[in-house]
């Protein structure tokens, strides 16, 4: 499984950028979807997932501003953001998490997103 993520940058505060995780192909047997965020000195933390279900989980802290979804037939994973603001400003990963008992997580590389106030 392969994940490649993208659509980091730099953004003024207040303004919208959207990320996009394109797995390998079709993955079989997915728990969940999701992007986590990172900044220096912190634990990476959940910023939004959604389950094979559908159902989507937001972090306190963005939801209401941030949207989870797939498309690409299930192959592309899209975080759109909105009202962005300083705090926001991370390294974020896309990830595959696997049913039980695989369990198994994938990890794409990071893709900067840098919000100026």
């Known amino acids: 499984v392969q994940l490649q993520a993208s659509g980091g940058g730099l953004v003024q505060a207040g303004g919208s950028r959207k990320l996009l995780c394109t797995t390998s192909?079709?993955?079989?047997?997915?728990?969940?979807m999701g992007w986590y965020r990172q900044v220096p000195g912190k634990q990476r933390e959940l910023v939004a997932r959604i389950i094979a279900d559908g159902t989507t989980d937001y972090a306190d802290s963005v939801k209401g501003r941030f949207t989870i979804y797939r498309e690409g037939g299930g192959t592309v994973m899209v975080l759109q953001m909105d009202s962005l603001k300083a705090e926001d400003t991370a390294v974020y990963y896309c990830?595959?998490?696997?049913?039980?008992?695989?369990?198994?997580?994938?990890w794409g590389h990071g893709t900067l997103v840098t919000v100026s106030s």
């Open positions: 990830n595959v998490h696997l049913l039980p008992p695989d369990n198994t997580h994938y």
């Open positions: 192909g079709s993955i079989r047997n997915i728990n969940d």
